[in-house]
């Protein structure tokens, strides 16, 4: 699952949240901090995929 990277403007703070790519589509998720979304925007380019391996 991709993880994105969001920054709030009203805290100023970046934050990673990991959702499938249909949910970041569709929304815009809260800052953990303040907990609005008003000052959330996504942060283009901002999104990996962790692989995770057993190797
Ligand atoms: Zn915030």
């Known amino acids: 699952m991709p993880v994105y990277e969001y920054h ?3 805290c ?3 934050f ?5 790519v249909d949910e970041h589509d569709r929304q ?7 907990e609005t979304k008003e000052g959330v925007e996504k942060r283009i380019g901002g999104a990996y995929v ?6």
């Open 8 to 10: 709030c403007k009203n």
């Open 12 to 14: 100023k703070k970046d």
């Open 16 to 20: 990673t949240l990991r959702m499938t």
């Open 28 to 34: 815009l998720p809260e800052c953990p901090s303040c």
């Open 50 to 55: 962790i692989t995770e391996r057993k190797s």
